[in-house]
């Protein structure tokens, strides 16, 4: 186990981390945090044209080339897409991974969202963290539990809006606009998915719709040009009530909403 502190970043697909998550992971490395990656379900279903092995192979050899320049540590993935169901059986696979990374931070993705891949992936990383000190509840394969905290960031939606088409608004904020050339960069090795949302979403320009939700947040902070919102999840079961490890390290790059933080206490 490294020396540094970790961040474990969790998507449904090859491809979410890079277009809601990576320019927070950019930044923590760049703070001397340890980066691992890892997408539940393994891309198996983007595509119109090419046969599921090979659009699987295609899809972790993009995958791979986005961890390299981020200079993370890639996990594989564990399930086809449309199977990723929260289950006992998966919660000990994702488990099995936070329990040897042994994150500090793990960034996952928003409970509300158009996708139920994307909201099982989360809720599998949410119970994974959760059990990681349970010696009844057995990681698959077998790794010991660990007792350190960890603090859990929910990334948002896709589009920005929940599955009810209402708007999600972050509870913090961090700057990416420094990171926003590496950014694009991660998201443009996932080629095969360019055509592929296009016909399937109408999305057009890949990159360019990643930089729009982008930019929308940074214009939601009323401070930043780009930036990737988060909610933090309550402490309870993970580490300290005050915990906020994202905050404190990335200092005037992480903006806590304080109108957020208030509306938490409204009844």
């Known amino acids: 186990m490294s020396d540094k502190p970790a961040v474990l970043a969790v998507g ?20 001397g945090w340890a980066l ?24 972790r050899e993009e995958a791979k080339e986005a961890c390299r320049l981020a200079g993370a540590e890639w996990h594989p993935a564990l399930v086809n897409d449309i199977e990723i169901v929260y289950s006992p059986e998966m919660a000990r696979k994702v488990g099995a991974v936070v329990r040897k990374v042994c994150p500090r931070i793990m ?10 891949d994307h909201v099982n992936a989360g809720r599998l990383a949410v119970t994974a963290a959760f059990t990681r000190t349970m010696l009844n509840f057995p990681s698959d394969p077998p790794v010991r539990p660990v007792n350190d905290p960890v603090t859990l960031y929910h990334a948002l939606p896709y589009g920005l809006r929940g599955p009810l088409r209402e708007r999600i608004r972050p509870g913090q904020f961090v700057d990416v606009s420094s990171v926003m050339k590496e950014r694009s960069a991660m998201l443009a090795c996932h080629r095969s998915q360019k055509d592929w949302l296009d016909k399937s979403q109408g999305v057009g320009s890949y990159v360019a719709a990643m930089e729009g939700f982008t930019g929308e947040v940074g214009k939601m902070s009323g401070r930043f040009a780009f930036a990737e919102g988060w909610r933090r999840r309550s402490h309870l079961g993970f580490c300290g009530p005050a915990d906020d490890p994202l905050a404190e390290t990335l200092g005037d790059k992480c903006f806590v909403d304080p109108a957020y933080e208030a509306g938490l206490e409204k009844a």
């Open 12 to 31: 449904a697909h090859p491809d979410d981390i890079e277009f809601m998550m990576a320019g927070t992971l950019l930044l923590l490395g760049k703070a």
């Open 36 to 59: 691992h990656y890892m997408n539940v379900g393994n891309g198996s279903c983007g595509t119109a044209t090419q046969p599921r092995e090979a659009i699987i192979t295609a899809r």
């Open 107 to 116: 960034l996952i993705p928003s409970p509300q969202d158009y996708m139920e």
